[in-house]
Structures are given as C-alpha cells and as structure tokens.
C-alpha cells in the first residue's frame, strides 16, 4: 500500500493547493551561503542536535540574523 501510493504520487498529487498570493517576507543573505552558514558545526555536531543548528544559523557569516527573522516574524507574515 505504501509503495503503491508513492508510486501514484500522492505526495504530490493530494497535497492541498497553493494560495494564488502568498504574502511574505524575504530575508536574504548577501553573496553565496553554504552549508556551514547554516549549520556550524562548531555549535552542533550530529543530527540529533538540530535544535542547536537553528540557533547557530548565519551567526558567523551575518551577526544579528536571528534577532532579525524574530522581529520580522512579528509581522504576521511567513518569514
């Protein structure tokens, strides 16, 4: 059952339909961002650390990017 739902793509082809607008919020990052922008390993180092890469995410590469998304997320809008 579960095969044959992949199969049929329903993950894709039962999954609720996208707004005709979506009003958001872009945060963007300057130049090219990898990996260890995003997840330093300095702060976490396994997968069971997730929580601890969300809070590490572009501290190195843009200081005060979390701080930011927080305040820009009392907007209402999706970030």
Sequence with gaps: EVLQSWANA?????KEKLP???KCIVF???GETNTDD???AGD????SDIPLHAN???KVRQAGSLEKIK???KSGREV
Excluded: C, G, Y
């Design 71 to 73: 305040e820009l997320k």
């Design 20 to 22: 005709q607008v979506i």
């Design 56 to 58: 590490a995410m572009l």
């Design 28 to 30: 963007k990052v300057a």
């Design 10 to 14: 329903d993950w894709f082809n039962k």
């Design 44 to 47: 976490a180092f396994t997968r």
């Design 38 to 40: 995003l997840s330093p």
